[in-house]
């Protein structure tokens, strides 16, 4: 059956490392990149234009400030689901979105869908400070309940809008 899968694949420990992630889940700004109010940035420069906006605090520093003392600011995760042919794109972005919104209200998040591969995802690199300067830090029970939370959503989206069936 369907099975909602989280994974923190990796972390930006300063802003070069950050951009460069944001590259890869673009594809070169070739994919749309998407806040956490489901906000559309398109192409190099909007991308490039939220990015900015992203570390509106500089609380991700450039390479040069972090020598000797580099810590993670941004987490990198990866969002799924098994059996995910019946799924639509839109849903999956609508209950990640909705999911990291939830559990990590004021901590800016960006997500890019990946279609192209064998088992659709989305990745979400979620900013560790929150805009009011305190840092998360994400244990095992967070993801599990980010999972059970994100599986919710996910159900929660489909049924709505699947048409009815006539009770007989």
């Known amino acids: 059956g369907k099975e909602a899968v989280i994974k923190i694949t990796g972390s930006s420990k300063n802003l070069d490392v950050f951009k460069k992630h944001i590259e890869y889940i673009t594809r070169d700004y070739e994919l749309p990149l998407y806040d956490n109010d489901g906000n559309k940035y398109e192409g190099k420069d909007e991308i490039k234009d939220y990015i900015d906006m992203y570390n509106f605090d500089n609380a991700i520093p450039d390479y ?48 890019s869908f990946h279609g192209d591969t064998d088992n659709p995802h989305i ?28 599986a919710k959503n996910l159900r929660d989206l489909l049924l709505y809008h699947l048409p009815l069936q006539p009770l007989h």
Not at 131 to 142: F, L, M, S, W
């Open 123 to 150: 990745h979400c690199d979620l900013k560790i400070q929150d805009i009011n300067g305190k840092r998360i830090d994400v244990k095992i029970a967070d993801l599990h309940k980010l999972r059970q939370d994100y």
């Open 64 to 111: 040069d400030k972090t020598l000797n003392k580099e810590r993670r600011e941004v987490l990198n995760f990866i969002f799924s689901m098994k059996e995910h042919h019946t799924t639509p794109k839109d849903k999956l972005m609508e209950a990640v979105i909705k999911s990291v919104k939830e559990k990590y209200p004021d901590n800016p998040a960006c997500f």
